[in-house]
């Protein structure tokens, strides 16, 4: 409407400076009266002119409709199940929220599709929800994240970061391409070699660790050559679960002439006697041995040093074949030597590398710990299958009696019992519920209060109703936890009930 | 009695952190001698008191009542009361009220019957020397008012012009205090309409793409205010009553006792609270059955005063709704109700766009002043476009989504590409959805979600 625009345009310079409009034939009659031509009759045709605009709008005739979602195939949640995810996303005892919406997906049921905006926002910030917002939010949010980039994870295509994206965006290319295509992400890493930096070459050599076979020897043993101290140790470190590798072969033969196992008589135990390695050579140093492996350190010798990590690359049935005794004999003979945490050291970290599980009950059930520092942040328990590793750890917690006070005993009791992906088997998770009443009857401990929820998420579902009895919930923060244990109960169950 | 459900208790809570420590005590073991009779629902419930916080609500109001010290309105535990009921209401059993339920609902009873009184009282005056005298008052009173306002109006007249003569693009380049200022000046005239419609000035010169029309149209509406005010007695009788609204004056409510009323089973469709000057100001609107009317009501509270909860959005209510009179009338009040709430029902509706705008014309033809009129469409799907949304109905028609509204990827979700009807306000430019019915589920749209 051309009027309306004169209208505007005067206003804007002024209608001091000249301006003028006209209203269009069809307005002159009702409203010009008088002819004058000042302001308040211009602000009153252009009020005139504003409201016929307002009562004749029209809409616009070009907007395509959006493609319609699939059809769902589960129903939707009860409404009290939707009032229990409000909850959570406001909020509530988050923690659940992937164990609930793994609920909800296993009966096939599917989140209301108001809340999968929020839902979505919070699985692009948090992978770990990833799966179950999927999951859960059915086809709808399959189509709901196709019109949002924020959301494009949600989408079954991830893009191709490898040639243009962040190191870590590369990563995660390299690693998908890792899972589908092992020899494909090494030819990458291999052309990627030479212009890379250090830190570069290092995350990609890690990633490596999946799908790893004698076909990638070749390569780890030129990249040995490497500049980097870094690239050099995560090269090492993936050689060492090579058994069949030159570089394994190497430290065998290193490592046959330290170890002799004398068998026991009728006066005298079954012993382990050693022999510390030399200097290390050129050939020995470009296979990592560096008396300064560990740092600045006092608990370990150069020699001893040198020992763990020569232990560490050996394969262990090297030991049982040579000297034709199981594992639980030759770590009970070498309790008495004198480099005994320098030998166990080595072994349980050959034995997280090769993942073997008749050599982590024998260590776990040595006297003589391990130098923990030294190794990887991983646990021999988490190797065991779940039922063997439940029974020891509900045998550590009954026999410890896990005093309140002992801070640490829980810590590290919180640590390995994280090793369970989902809920604890029964005996464990009765065992653990029980230390925890005890060690709340004054009160949840300042040291505990990260932890206690966490061990409430391990309970089984099936065990909630008896875990809510007999707490002191006038005790303080205890009424919190029976809460969380009360929610966890109630928004498991209301999955399972329509209405 | 019908419970609401989860989504109306928490549409009630006055803020995000209400409803949190609601949902909290949402729990049966933070309650004791829970207990539900008829329309009455309470609890006892531990807090950092000695004695248990005395919780109760009248499902009938929905009203609260709590012994806690909180100011908040409801507290939380009115909404976690309401909250576990909405759950699973077999958590709350039937039992016999104790005393001070009893107590607490005769008061309730009292007063309503009281005020009913008092409006029949003021109505018909004791004797005819004070209702003179009443009158006399009243009158002069008005008098002085108008007086006011007129000397206000011209005032405003000549701002008008001199904004006009200097150029809009001028107007733009000064401080916003101008118009705070001209505000200050048409609150002392009386004229608080007015003055909320200049105080907006800053916000429309700032508002990007087309500014300066929204600022026209905003200006030669107050032209219309000060014209309309100069011949006030020539205007039909809606029509000034519009003028006056518009200007500022407001009718108590029991000066409605003649206004039109009309019984009806009325529907909440929407509900939006907005900060207006330091006020938060919430609208709810509400749908006729059987008229096919609609009504606004409103609802005012200061920084720790609380809004009226009595409306969920998503509930019906029969009840005689009295309207301010007006050339289109639509702001109105809730009188006397007659049951209590039900859920929500398949509302009346327009069938596409065009019937909507039709409709939204008959309303601006009739009171130029309003500044938005409610918008009922079936079978229309929302639409992403460019980083804007806009609805599009079943001819192909599309109006933009108003940029105020934030929920637009939840409704876009709720709709799944599908049609849906769509309840909400239309301001003659675009539209803020306050509600959505996919199927027969009711999503309210007018408040925040986590």
């Known amino acids: 409407m051309n009027a309306w625009k004169d209208f505007v345009t005067s206003a804007l310079i002024g209608t001091e400076k000249g301006a003028q409009a006209v209203l269009p034939g069809s307005l002159e009659a009702i409203i010009s009266r008088d002819g004058k031509q000042d302001e308040t009759s211009f602000l009153t045709q252009a009020g005139a002119l504003a409201l016929w605009k307002k009562a004749g709008w029209k809409p616009a005739a070009d907007t395509k409709a959006p493609v319609v979602a699939e059809p769902e195939q589960g129903r939707s949640v009860s409404g009290m199940s939707a009032g229990h995810l409000r909850a959570m996303l406001g909020g509530r005892f988050p923690r659940i929220l992937p164990e609930w919406l793994a609920e909800a997906s296993r009966l096939g049921l599917r989140v209301p599709p108001e809340l999968l905006p929020t839902l979505l926002d919070r699985a692009r910030q948090d992978r770990a929800l990833r799966a179950g917002v999927l999951a859960a939010g059915g086809s709808r949010a399959q189509w709901l994240s196709a019109h949002n980039p924020d959301w494009v994870f949600a989408s079954r295509e991830e893009p191709e970061m490898w040639e243009n994206g962040t190191r870590e965006q590369r990563v995660v290319a390299l690693r998908a391409v890792r899972c589908a295509q092992p020899a494909e992400a090494r030819t990458r890493i291999e052309s990627a070699w030479k212009t890379e930096p250090a830190d570069t070459r290092a995350a990609f050599i890690a990633e490596l660790a999946a799908n790893l076979s004698n076909e990638d020897s070749n390569f780890l043993e030129t990249a040995l050559d490497d500049k980097s101290k870094e690239v050099r140790r995560a090269v090492v470190d993936l050689l060492a679960r090579l058994p069949e590798s030159p570089f394994t072969g190497r430290m065998i033969a290193r490592a046959k002439p330290m170890l002799a196992f004398k068998v026991g008589g009728l006066l005298s135990r079954a012993s382990l006697d050693v022999t510390l390695p030399g200097e290390p050579d050129a050939a020995a140093k470009r296979d990592g041995l560096d008396p300064k492996a560990f740092g600045q350190q006092k608990k370990l010798g150069d020699k001893a040093v040198l020992l763990v990590l020569i232990l560490s690359a050996v394969p262990l049935r090297v030991w049982t074949d040579a000297f034709q005794q199981p594992p639980a004999a030759l770590v009970k003979a070498l309790e008495k030597n004198e480099f005994a945490g320098a030998i166990v050291t080595g072994w349980t970290w050959a034995a997280l590398r090769q993942r073997d599980i008749a050599w982590a009950e024998a260590l776990l059930d040595c006297a003589v710990p391990p130098h923990d520092e030294f190794l990887p942040k991983e646990n021999l328990l988490a190797l065991l299958p779940e039922d063997a590793r439940a029974k020891r750890l509900a045998a550590g917690v009954r026999a410890t009696g896990l005093k309140k006070a002992d801070a640490e005993a829980w810590r590290s009791l919180a640590s390995e019992l994280d090793s369970f992906a989902g809920s604890w088997p029964p005996m464990l998770a009765c065992e653990v519920l029980s230390a925890l009443r005890h060690a709340c009857a004054d009160g949840i401990p300042w040291h505990l209060r990260a932890n206690a929820e966490g061990f409430i998420s391990h309970l089984p579902a099936s065990m909630l109703p008896d875990a809510l009895k007999s707490w002191p919930t006038d005790k303080e923060g205890v009424a919190a936890l029976v809460e969380y244990i009360a929610f966890r109960h109630e928004s498991l169950t209301a999955l399972s009930q329509t209405q | 009695m019908e419970i609401l459900t989860i989504e109306q208790v928490l549409a009630l809570a006055p803020d995000a952190s209400s409803a949190k420590a609601g949902q909290g005590l949402a729990n049966p073991g933070k309650w004791v001698a829970l207990g539900r009779k008829g329309r009455s629902v309470w609890g006892e419930c531990q807090g950092s008191g000695k004695d248990p916080y005395r919780t109760q609500a009248d499902l009938s109001g929905p009203a609260f009542h709590c012994s806690c010290p909180s100011r908040k309105f409801p507290c939380k535990h009115g909404l976690g009361l309401l909250l576990l009921l909405a759950g699973n209401a077999a958590r709350v059993p039937e039992a016999e009220a104790p005393a001070w339920v009893v107590e607490w609902i005769a008061k309730r009873d009292a007063t309503a019957e009281k005020q009913a009184q008092r409006a029949t009282e003021e109505t018909t005056p004791p004797d005819p020397e004070t209702a003179a005298k009443r009158e006399q008052e009243r009158e002069r009173r008005s008098a002085k008012r108008e007086e006011r306002v007129r000397a206000g109006m011209e005032e405003l007249k000549t701002w008008l012009n001199d ?86 004056w407001t009718t108590a409510e029991q000066e409605l006792t003649d206004a039109e009323t009309v019984r009806d089973q009325w529907q909440v469709t929407g509900q939006r609270v907005e900060e207006e000057d330091k006020l938060r100001v919430q609208r709810t609107w509400i749908a006729g059955r059987t008229t096919k009317r609609a009504a606004l009501c409103l609802s005012f509270a200061a920084a720790n005063q609380t809004l009226d909860v009595s409306l969920p959005a998503g509930s019906v209510v029969e009840a005689d709704v009295t309207f301010h009179p007006s050339g289109a009338p639509l702001r109105a009040v809730v009188r006397e109700r007659h049951g209590e709430i039900r859920a929500f029902g398949e509302p009346a509706a327009c069938p596409d766009f065009a019937e909507c705008l039709d409709s939204a014309a008959t309303f601006f033809a009739g009171d130029p002043f309003l500044e938005r009129v409610p918008w009922y469409v079936r079978d229309c799907v929302p639409v992403p476009e460019n980083n804007k949304w806009r609805l599009l109905d079943k001819r192909g028609s599309s109006v933009p989504i108003s940029p105020k509204f934030t929920n637009a990827w939840q409704l876009f979700a709720i709709s799944g590409g599908a049609p849906l009807s769509v309840f909400g306000e239309w301001d003659g430019h675009a539209l803020l959805p306050l509600s959505a019915i996919s199927g027969d589920k009711f999503t309210s749209l007018g408040g925040v979600f986590p």
């Open chain 2, 163 to 248: 904004l006009l003569r200097q150029g809009l693009a001028h107007a733009k380049q000064q401080p916003s205090r101008i118009f705070d200022t001209m505000a200050a000046r048409m609150v002392d005239a009386q004229a608080p309409g007015v003055a909320r419609r200049l105080r907006e000035f800053p916000a429309i010169f700032a508002s990007g793409d087309q500014w300066a029309e929204r600022v026209l149209e905003q200006a030669g509406s107050l032209q219309w205010l000060v014209h309309g005010f100069s011949r006030l007695e020539s205007l039909p009788e809606g029509l000034r009553a519009s003028v006056r609204t518009g200007i500022g």
